[in-house]
C-alpha cells in the first residue's frame, strides 16, 4: 500500500489558468510517499482501493498519474480532497 503525503483539490476557479491543470477537470491530486514510489505506476482507468486512516475503505477510478521530480500523483476525477485524505492508503493491481 502506498501512502497519501498531500491532497490537491483541482478547481475550475484556479484551472483555467493552467491549460495542463484544466485538461483534467476538477477532481483530486493525490500525492504519494516518495519513499514508496518515484515512478508513475500504469494504472490510469483502472480501480484503486483506499483505505482512510478511519478504516474506512473504498474504491475510485484512477483517472491519470503523473511524476515530478519523484513525487507521484494519482488525479481522481470528480471527487473532493475530503474523500481521500491525507494519511490513507492507496493499493492496486499491477497488471
Partial sequence: MY??????DYRSSWTFRYPDFARLGEGVMVLLDPNQITEPP?????????QKPSGDTFQFTAFDTEAHHSIVG???KGIFSDEIPIGSQLEWQDN
Avoid at 500504469?42 to 483506499?50: E, L, M, Q
Fill in 74 to 76: 494519482i488525479f481522481f
Fill in 3 to 8: 501512502k497519501v503525503m498531500d491532497v490537491i
Fill in 42 to 50: 500504469p494504472i490510469k482507468r483502472k480501480t484503486v482501493n483506499i
